[in-house]
Structures are given as C-alpha cells and as structure tokens.
C-alpha cells in the first residue's frame, strides 16, 4: 500500500493535470488561418470554448491583427482608441472568463468587406459544478467532436504518467 505522502503526491498531480487535460487550443480558422473571405461564424458553429480553452490566431505578421472588442465593435467593425493590437501573427488568447468574446481584423477593410471577425460564447470550465450543457445554435445541432489542437491534453497524460512511474 502507498504510503500517505505518495497518496498526497498523486492526488495533487491529478488536481493539478485534470485542467490541462481538458482544455482545448482552438486553432482558429483550422488550416486556413485568420485571414479575410473566411466564414468564421460557420467555423465556431457546432463548436464548445470552455474558460481554460485557448484561442490561435495564425496568420502573415504586417497583413493582419487581432482586436477584441465589445458587440457593438463587433458589429461596427470598429475597436475602442485604447485598444492594444495583437500582431505576431501567432496569437494566443487565454479564455478566461465564461461570456460572449468578440474579435476582429483591424486591418484595411479586412472585417467589413472580408468578414475577418470571429463571435463566440465561452462556458464554464469542463468539470466546474456550474458547467451545463450550452443551447445549439438555431436550427442546428452540435456537433460532438471540437476541432482544434490537443496539445494541452498530451501535456496533461505525460504529467500524470510521469506521476504514476514516480511512485
């Protein structure tokens, strides 16, 4: 039998991996990446972003950005003056609160003529007591599978495997 300490130990590796485990990196736009002409609506449909999820804005350095900005920025296409572009061409967007987020292209015309914005809904984190099952989308039904990378999921199955070869 274990002894309490090694008990402890496991149970705080399982504490601290489950999360990474369950999070998602939402790569957005898939293989097309953040650029005009795309519909990033259709893409988030059917899709499930959870706080602990990321969001991967991929695209050309100097042709685009990413801004967050309220619903009616969204709608406008306009972010606030004091909004701070994300610009590497590799953004990476912690979700860390439950809600409705809103991104968009500043760029040229990018969001108004090219549809460069992307709306979605976060939920509770997957596990947490308030997580409940989020509405379909009008007219649809979800789809079970959320596309998107899983790295963070092999991240967690190493720690706990390297938890469970420790003891």
């Not at 953040?34 to 042709?63: C, I, M, Q, S």
């Not at 709608?75 to 609160?97: F, H, R, W, Y």
Request: hydrophobic content about 40%; charged content about 15%.
């Amino acid at each position: 039998m274990a002894s309490p300490n090694k008990m402890f130990m496991i149970i705080a590796i399982v504490a601290v991996s489950v999360p990474s485990i369950l999070a998602t990196e939402h790569l957005v736009g898939d293989a097309t990446g953040w650029k005009p002409g795309f519909d990033y609506g259709a893409w988030a449909n059917g899709k499930e972003f959870h706080v602990g999820d990321t969001l991967v804005f991929k695209y050309r350095a100097g042709a685009h950005n990413v801004l967050r900005v309220n619903g009616t920025g969204f709608q406008e296409c306009k972010a606030a003056d004091d909004t701070v572009p994300l610009s590497s061409g590799n953004d990476v967007i912690s979700l860390s609160t439950p809600g409705k987020k809103w991104y968009i292209c500043g760029f040229a015309e990018h969001c108004e003529s090219g549809n460069q914005k992307l709306a979605i809904t976060v939920l509770a984190q997957l596990g947490s007591p308030s997580t409940s099952p989020s509405p379909s989308p009008t007219g649809t039904s979800p789809s079970g599978a959320t596309s998107g990378s899983t790295v963070s999921r092999y991240y967690g199955l190493i720690v706990a495997i390297v938890g469970m070869v420790m003891f």
